[in-house]
């Protein structure tokens, strides 16, 4: 598989992901894979996907659908 190097340089939306239960859900139901995978400053693994409007509207249902994620928005 090809590695995007120049991702600053590209007019693409880009969507960080602390969850690993949302990630691999994305790249096994969606079959989208991250573009970078890294360990922010406080130990999280991060994956970054580039932003489709398949994966935008996967992001929605999923908010939608998990209550955990509704208490994160509502808090």
Known sequence: MAR???????????YSCGSQRLSHNIKTKLGIHPIEIYTNKLGKLINVFIMTPKLSNYLKEWTNNNPNANEVRDG
């Open 4 to 14: 995007i190097t120049n991702i600053n340089d590209l007019d693409v939306n880009i």
